[in-house]
């Protein structure tokens, strides 16, 4: 099972530019959520998905754009890159609606804005 | 606004040793608090989760202690282990407006044991 994955592992911006961080899972969950990590802050929720064609913010959705068009996919877009935006961006899904079912994560993806 | 607070930031324990991560929180409207492990260059895996109705819950050498009148958690792992090192996150889960929960995540605890 390839479970979720994110693409690319590793990716160098300069302040300005735009680029669009992949993320596919293959487990036929509804539910995905974009996730940034910064040291010392946690895990802070970007963006998230009930199902396709349906998105809301999370808490620091500024700077980003998300789209849901089938299951499978849940792409996050960083438009106008800012060095704020240096960071590790993981993805994650889950299967059920409810507060047990579990957040599977992919690898990350490390940002360097400059 | 931290709704979540977990300390220590970092930890270091000898093999055998018991380490401990507080976690506290403020909503009393979250109701499942799960505890995810990172390995370096991973992505968090779910560790071990309770609910609010238990006080103590165990898999294998971990053990998460709740105190619903504190509003604290913390996890325990007995025996510690050098593949135990990693970073430990606790989380509260919320529902939302949306119709699904969504996780408010500490801060995370790096813990070293030393073989």
């Known amino acids: 099972n390839a479970g979720v994955t994110q693409t690319p592992k590793f990716r160098i911006l300069k302040i300005g530019q735009s680029m669009t961080l992949q993320c596919a899972q293959d487990?036929?969950?509804?539910?995905m959520y974009w996730y940034r990590q910064d040291p010392g802050m946690g895990l802070k929720l970007i963006y998230y998905?009930?199902?396709?064609?349906?998105?809301d913010k999370g808490e620091v959705p500024n700077g980003y754009n998300v789209s849901r068009s089938t299951t499978e996919d849940f792409p996050l877009r960083l438009e106008l890159a800012a060095p704020s935006q240096t960071s590790v961006y993981f993805c994650?899904?889950?299967?059920?609606?409810?507060?047990?079912?579990?957040?599977?994560f992919g690898n990350g993806t490390r940002l360097t804005v400059t | 606004q931290q709704q979540v607070k977990q300390s220590p930031q970092s930890l270091i324990v000898q093999k055998g040793g018991i380490p401990i991560i507080n976690c506290a929180y403020e909503?009393?409207?979250?109701?499942?608090f799960p505890w995810y492990q990172q390995f370096p260059g991973k992505g968090p895996a779910l560790l071990i989760a309770?609910?609010?109705?238990?006080s103590e819950k165990k898999e294998g050498r971990f053990t998460i202690s709740f105190n619903k009148s504190a509003k604290q958690f913390s996890l325990h792992i007995m025996d510690s282990q050098p593949g135990d090192s990693a970073t430990y996150f606790c989380?509260?889960?919320?529902?939302?407006?949306?119709?699904?929960?969504?996780?408010?995540f500490g801060t995370g605890t790096r813990l070293k044991v030393l073989a």
């Open positions: 309770i609910r609010p109705d238990v």
């Open positions: 989380a509260a889960s919320q529902f939302t407006s949306s119709g699904t929960y969504k996780y408010i």
């Open positions: 909503n009393t409207a979250f109701d499942y």
């Open positions: 487990m036929n969950h509804n539910y």
């Open positions: 994650a899904s889950r299967e059920l609606w409810d507060r047990v079912s579990p957040l599977h």
């Open positions: 998905s009930v199902g396709a064609g349906i998105t």
